[in-house]
Structures are given as structure tokens and as C-alpha cells.
């Protein structure tokens, strides 16, 4: 295909020229979008080098005198609108650097505009007030969702036989071993019944009561002092067992054996003093123990099938 000619390219190149500068024309300058057409700093009548203090002095002398309630005049209503939002503008460092910008750089038309409009239109939100606000919600859903989890496994546990039995044990206990028999003890008063399960320590594995401990706007805030005393405690834990050699002490020994069987803190709790002695004693968290404990559990398994 045979290239245009030279006159044709002449032609398109002038008209693209010619339209660039139509539309550079048309469009206003952009430190006008600040103050329309007048100059920010001649609305307030002070120098482009006044300070701060100058600059709110003039505005309250001008809003002295172009105030509406000072002076009726539709026009001197009309410039103290200009003069507050000159003020406005020159009062805020930002704000007013960026006019000074678009003045001294007229040329950077789409530049100087869209700084505009995101200082003016932009969100101005703090993000440490939307990451707060964030945390509240997600620790409210937290709280509703943990109470309502251990309110339906409780109500479950209370339709059963074992914790009716419990009941009427306590319930006899505090009556010293004697029953009432013009109670039915299918039919238990509901108030009694009610005091009574107060006493009760139910512990329900994976619906544990509701704490705000646990909740992840507390542990976020608490996230220094958590990581501080993890790295006080790795510390401590590295020079009495990898620098001294000291023998575990109980509650390590223990950590090291949930650990080890990757149990939950809740089954680990659940589990009587007798097995956990047991498990403890075997040091599972060596690795030939745990093969050896696991080998025998497989066998039991088998066993019981």
C-alpha cells in the first residue's frame, strides 16, 4: 500500500495542531476552578507571599463588611460568598499549595484539575477511623455469632439424659440426700432447675461461653503486648531448654504433649488429670514416643472393632 502524500499529511498534521489548540483555548485555565475567574488572593486583598495570620485577617475585615446580616446589598452578598471560599481555600496549607501550583503552572491544565477535585470531592475519611470502625462491626458479628453458637449447645445439652441425671444429683446433694416426693422427678420446678444448672460447669466442646478477650478488636489492640510477651516467653523457653538443658517443668511438659497430638485447647481441657499424666510422662513430643503412642492407638482401635 502506497503511503499518503505528502500534502495530506501536511493537511491532517495542521488539522490536529489546529483542534489541540481549540481545545486548550476553550478550556479555562485551571487555577480558576479554585475561584472561578477571579484571583484567590485579590478576592482577600493580600499578597501571594501573606502568611497565615494576614490572610484570616483579611477575611474577618471583609466578612465584617460583605456579610449578609451587616449589608443587604444582592452584590456584596455575592462577594463575601467569593471572599469565604477564597479563605477557604488559602487557609488550608494543602489546598493552598496546590493553588499556588496551578498559578505558577498554568499549562498542566488536566494535572491542576483532578488535584482539585480529589482534594475538594475526594474522600476525606481518616483510615484509622474506618480500620476502628471496621474492627467494632467484625468483633459485634463475633460476639452475636460465639453467643449464639453456645446458647444453641446449651439448650442441647439440656434436652439430654445425662444432664437431667446431673441435676437431680445436685438437687439431692443440697437436699442432703432426701427427695420430695410430692415432686415428680420426671418434672423438675423450673426455677430450681434453673438455679440448679447455674452450679453446673458445662464444659462443650467447640461452644465455649462468649468472652471479649477473644474478640478480634481486643486481640488487635493488644496485639504489641501479645507479641511482646511471645517473644519474652520464646526467649525464656530458648535459654533454660536449649542453653541450660533444664528438665520441662509440668506446664511445658504439657504444652509440648498438645502440641505434639495437635489438640485443641478446649479437648485438651476436657481430658481428666489421671490421662493427662499419663500422656505427659510418655515425653510424646519426641518423636519415636509419638510413633509408638500412635502405633498403640491404631492397635486399640482395631481392637475394640
Known sequence: MNPPPAT???????????????ILTTISPSHAIYCDEDDCYDLLGVSQNANSSEIKKAYYKLSLKHHPDKNPDPESKKLFVKVANAYEILKDEATREQYDYAIAHPEEVFY??????????????????VLIGLLLILSG?????????????????????????????????RNGGITNKKKSQKNMNK??????????DLQ?????????????????????YTLGK???????WFWRYKMKK???????????????????NDRWRSIDEETKEDLVLRRLWEKSNLESYMAEMRKESKRRR
Open 191 to 200: 426455677k430450681t432447675e434453673e438455679d440448679l444448672s447455674k452450679e453446673l
Open 246 to 264: 533444664c528438665p520441662y517443668a509440668w506446664e511445658d511438659a504439657s504444652y509440648l504433649t498438645q502440641r505434639s497430638l495437635g489438640l485443641p
Open 230 to 236: 511471645l517473644l519474652f516467653w520464646s526467649g525464656c
Open 112 to 129: 491542576n484539575t483532578a488535584r482539585y477535585y480529589r482534594a475538594y470531592y475526594g474522600h476525606k475519611t481518616d483510615p484509622r477511623a
Open 141 to 173: 458479628f463475633q460476639y452475636l455469632n460465639q453467643s449464639a453458637t453456645y446458647n444453641q449447645a446449651i439448650e442441647m445439652v439440656k434436652k439430654t439424659p445425662a444432664y437431667k441425671n446431673r441435676l437431680r444429683a445436685l438437687e439431692l446433694e
Open 8 to 22: 495530506i499529511r501536511w493537511h491532517t498534521t495542521v488539522t490536529l495542531c489546529l483542534a489541540a489548540v481549540l
Open 204 to 224: 462443650i466442646t467447640g461452644a465455649e461461653k462468649p468472652s471479649v478477650w477473644k474478640l478480634i478488636g481486643v486481640r488487635f489492640i493488644l496485639l504489641p
